[in-house]
């Protein structure tokens, strides 16, 4: 067999058209600032403002748009077109959107069924009349489906599969004896002779189970700590205040270095910090319910007993690695990238919400409350804090992207994962040293962590937009 | 003002002593110690000669004690031995040699004594002057690459807020700040330095610009740095801009029938570039995190490659003194953008 070409039997009439959407968009993108800048300097005064850009600037503006649909065709024709062919004909990109068929199966269920009910859906519902959001939505959900069917999607084991005569291959390199396996490596192989797209598929995973994970529980600890540094101010919130910048001021890369070297792990730190760190949700949890429910005390007792039982077993099993049954626990290296990240993150939390609270308990209804007579935690669990929730979950999501480039950091310093994790910063890491001859294998996991922090961006942006509109 | 600033220079100070105090334990605990006699005195050697090395060599008095000698407001002991020659001691690492009666006292970092360097086998005060400078040059190149740019595309975007322009650019700033340096410094050198693509405009290690930085050389590392900073100061320039323009007095200055762009350049644009200033300023301790990576990933052996070796080979002294310059840099720049932007801004009265 031979190798395979990036577009298979589509590129003759792909390619060319590809290539000419580009260079419209590239003179389009050049020409329409200029057409811009020169139609301002036109305008001598407001009735300039009134009657908006000149005609050479609409000209740009809709050659701009029309590229950009033509771009965005031209790459849809390669997804689909490379779905469709027969086999013999795909390239590496059609074999690529082949295995990736689950993923476009359950995208296009989910955007589907968010249309369908658009109108019961709020502000989920708006964000796909925003394209900027859209398009973030698409992103982050590609990968979250990436990662779910990960075990369908990657052709082989991203760490056991290791093929003698794979090294350092090009993409779309055909396996030297592909007995009862699948024929390609379709992005090459690592150094390693590992298959660099299952890599990058399976490290999908391993960054999406610990990203969200951990910015809820900086946001947990953030908040439990926020609301009363901000509602009770006074020495609590002067000391709670400086801890937070004391560990603000720390480069994070310092932090890094100093919290996951070999000699603190072996002291302990990192459990002792995670045992601390865990805490949190309980310590949130318990006081949330025992503040809304003290006039209902059956009701409150079974919602903090469960509370307890549940989050005490997790919390044993997790930060201690002491589950009385074996089920929950947490690998060392995971433990030690989670807690770093939590507590980087914890403190920018913490003056967010501490900022919001200050603006919001100076409303009307926050001293309506107090004129009831509700206790502080009931007035900054269930009257403050459901109305910070619009810049709380724009910077949830914006967080998360900034743990996932976090998590790279860790891992391009090959810190804390295990060095085969086929997470996308370790993998930048082991390919970095032969980059500039075997590019594929650290530029796959970069375009990943791109991707998938931009979409968080944008979706972020969006959130904003739509809830600024509200 | 003044009043104020002694106050945050005070606030400052114990900033300071705290994470100071936290990287000294973090450095210095029991693990390190055993390691450091190892590399020092031997890999073979048993426990009990662990234990007489850390002893002997300073390294065996109480935390607190031990951080005050670092400081150089405690006297450091100094072993000797039966002759009274010295043969250990705080005050003797990096001289050895001296007699007894020549080691002083004090030799913290109070008295400019920062130790000496295990891994590069050199006084840390040299290591990190000579780092410093070749940092100092990346990050000034990335600087003046870096604000321009992000404060021209922030003020276009923001000065008609909603129009293609201004959405095209924004989106152009958030991708930036989608990419880590670790992400574009892989894709730059994939594009331009490898023999994928072919063009090989640059080269994929800035190992020789130690001897003179030349644009072929150096220009994927500070592009690598200025791109990740870039978006963010043009999205603040933006918001900041935004703002401006809906202001009252631009309205005026639009109706008394000056141009759109007399308006952008003589009324908004001063006062657009407050809010900006203080996050270029909040910037540098970012940009100390994309310095070590870009130092990494291009070879450089600058202040982030220090960091880097003296946390990987447990370099006491000088992972200690690289943290203190990088939080020191930090809390100045945080004063100085906090005076600068009450200097800036006429509506902010400092009592």
Known sequence: ?470 | MAGFIIRRLGVMALTALCMTFIVFLLTNLQPNLEKLAKTQAGARITDAEVASWIDRNGYGAPMLTRYGEWLGVLPAPLATDADGRAVGGRCLRGHPGLAADEVPRFCGVLQGDWGYSTKFRRPVTEVIAERLQRTGLLMAWAFATMVPLALIVGVLAGMREGSALDRGLSTLSIATTSTPEYVSGVIFVALFASSMVGLKWFTGSAKSAVEGATFQNFTLPVATVALYGMGYIARMTRASMAEVMTAQYIRTARLKGLSFRAVVLRHALRNALIAPFTVIMLQFPWLLTGVVIVEALFVYPGFGDALVQGAQNNDIDLLLAVSVVAVIVVLATQLLSDIGYALLNPRIRVA
Not at chain 1, 13 to 41: I, T
Not at chain 1, 167 to 179: F, I, S
Not at chain 1, 237 to 242: C, R
Not at chain 1, 416 to 444: C, H, M
């Open chain 1, 1 to 470: 067999m031979e190798r395979l070409s990036w577009t298979g039997a589509l590129g003759p009439w792909l390619v060319p058209a590809l290539e000419a959407a580009l260079v419209a968009l590239a003179l389009a993108a050049l020409a329409h600032p200029l057409a811009l800048l020169a139609g301002y300097r036109l305008g001598p005064g407001p009735e300039a403002a009134r009657s908006g850009p000149g005609r050479a600037a609409r000209l740009t503006g809709g050659l701009l748009r029309l590229s950009l649909w033509a771009l965005a065709a031209a790459l849809a024709a390669f997804l689909i077109g490379g779905l469709l062919v027969p086999p013999e004909a795909k390239g590496i990109l059609g074999r690529i959107a082949t295995r990736l068929w689950p993923v476009w199966l359950s995208l296009g269920a989910s955007f589907a069924l968010v249309a369908l009910f658009r109108r019961r859906l709020g502000l989920l519902g708006h964000l796909l009349g925003n394209p900027a959001g859209a398009v973030g939505l698409a992103l982050v959900m590609f990968w979250v489906f990436a990662a779910l069917f990960a075990d369908q999607i990657a052709p082989f084991d991203p760490i056991t599969d290791v093929i003698a005569g794979m090294k350092n291959k090009p993409p779309g390199t055909p396996l030297p004896a592909p007995e009862g396996t699948y024929g390609y490596y379709l992005l090459g192989g690592d150094a390693l002779a590992r298959d660099v797209f299952s890599r990058a598929v399976a490290g999908a995973r391993v960054v999406l189970a610990i990203a969200p994970a951990a910015t809820l529980f900086a946001f947990m600890v953030g908040i439990t700590l926020g609301l009363p540094a901000g509602y009770l101010g006074g020495r609590l919130d002067l000391l709670l205040s400086f801890l937070a910048n004391l560990v603000l001021a720390f480069p994070v890369i310092l932090l890094f270095f100093l919290l996951v070297t070999p000699e603190i792990v072996a002291m302990g730190v990192p459990t002792y910090m995670a045992g601390a760190l865990f805490l949190f949700p309980l310590i949130f949890l318990t006081i949330l319910w025992n503040s809304r429910f003290r006039t209902r005390p059956p009701l409150r007792a079974a919602l903090i007993g469960a509370t307890l039982v549940l989050g005490g077993w997790l919390y044993a099993g997790l930060a201690w690695n002491a589950d009385p049954f074996g089920v929950v626990s947490m690998p060392a290296g995971v433990l030690i990238v989670f807690v770093s990240v939590v507590f980087v993150n914890a403190p920018s939390v913490f003056r967010i919400v501490r900022g919001l609270t200050l603006d919001i308990r100076t409303r009307d209804y926050v001293a309506a409350a107090q004129t009831r007579g509700e206790g502080p935690w009931y007035i900054m669990l269930w009257e403050i804090l459901p109305n910070a929730r619009g810049p709380l979950l724009v910077d949830f999501c914006l967080r998360i992207g900034y743990t996932t480039i976090l998590l790279g950091t860790l891992g391009f310093f090959g810190l804390g994962l295990a060095p085969e994790s086929p997470d996308w910063g370790t993998s930048i890491n082991a390919g970095r040293g032969l980059l500039q001859f075997v590019p594929f294998p650290p530029l796959v996991p970069a375009v990943a962590i791109m991707s998938l922090v931009l979409g968080m961006n944008l979706l972020a942006d969006g959130l904003r937009e739509e809830s600024l509109r509200e």
